[in-house]
């Protein structure tokens, strides 16, 4: 059964990151899950027939919905007995004040801040309303969570932009005190051809990981996780990626909009939407034929990915980076950068040897 994503605050951020989307909608007004929707969605969750009921709360930026937001979160879950709550957030970090950092020691929320690398990377893209670099803000809000003993996870765009400084940024997120490293790669034509000069290319992608393997390398710090180095390694002992684009379904999450609506996942947008929460359950959904639909969508794969040595670990890759290449099924566009680094990964076996103890992840 999937996890929850709860878009709690739509479509609206205290940023204007460059390559985001969200950047060119209305932003009049902050658009927040109501408290009516939100005891909706909290009873729906608890209804799920699994012991751990997984919440991950994003935006826009989720910490606009305000601190008594959160409060009535946990309180609502503490209603709905025998649950095992997980909560996560994603957060810019640039709002993190000692009461927010306090709020999630104190109920055990795992939260991820998104810093794009260096400060001179994060600040090319990562902008406030005055098209100011955002770094110093964001840093200081990690610094804050720190002393509330919280240890943030990093989210690391890549664009065209900064794809040539794989190396330089992870070794100043290390540097920095991050230990959980996720890069995800800019790829949005299929959404907004708008940003398409930010869209990364398969070749760009695949020296990209190579960068960041070396660097990562050299740094040799068994307790440094970086997520795309992981999973492959993972798979290299067997064990089962946890990451959705590694599943080639979208089976690992749902996505709640503000206003109820229920899709799987950011990348796809409402055009994939299976209901709203506020008319039916989750079990209901997942039994429709929306659902069903698109989950026979999701497991076509190409002739090429049928013989493909890869192919029970990858799937395809993520369903919403998929695109025609002529092929009998939409086919995932970093294919290429996938089996380079499978490749270098076999080449470094030497290597790996040392470094595979490193990986506890699957
Ligand atoms: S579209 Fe991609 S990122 Fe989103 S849930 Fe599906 S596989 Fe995961
Ligand atoms: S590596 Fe390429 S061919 Fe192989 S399964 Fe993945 S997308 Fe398909």
Known sequence: MPSIQAKIVGDFCNLRCTY?????????????????????????VSALPQSVLRMHW???????????????????????????????????????????????????????????GTQETHDLDRVNLSDKGSYRQAMQGVAVLRDAEVNPSVICVITRRNVGLGAQMLRSLVNNGFTNISFNAFYNTATDPSRDDYAVSDSEWTQFLKDVFEEWVRIDRPDVKVREIDQMLAWTQGKIAKSCVFRGTCSSWLLVDHDGAVYPC???????????????????????S????????????????????????????????????????????????RLAFHKLLQNSVGTLGSLASHTERG
């Not at 209305?26 to 899950?33: A, H, L, N």
């Open 20 to 44: 985001c989307r969200d950047r060119d909608f209305d932003q009049g007004r902050v658009r927040v899950m109501s408290g009516e929707t939100l005891s909706v969605l909290i009873r729906a």
């Open 58 to 116: 994003l935006g826009g930026e989720p910490t606009l919905a305000g601190l008594d937001f959160f409060r009535e979160v946990v309180r609502l879950q503490a209603l709905c007995s025998g649950g095992n709550w997980r909560n996560t957030i994603q957060t810019n970090a640039t709002l993190i004040t000692s009461d927010w950092a306090r709020f999630f020691k104190a109920h055990n929320f795992k939260v991820g801040v998104s810093i794009d």
């Open 266 to 288: 950011e990348r796809l947008g409402r055009p994939t939407s299976f209901g709203n929460v506020r008319d039916s359950s989750f079990t209901e959904m997942l039994k429709g």
């Open 290 to 337: 929306r659902y069903r639909e698109f989950a026979f969508r999701t497991r076509e794969v190409p002739n090429k990915c049928q013989k493909c040595e890869m192919k029970n670990f990858c799937h395809n890759g993520c369903v919403a980076h998929r695109t025609d290449d002529g092929d009998s099924a939409p086919h995932y566009v970093y294919c290429g950068s």
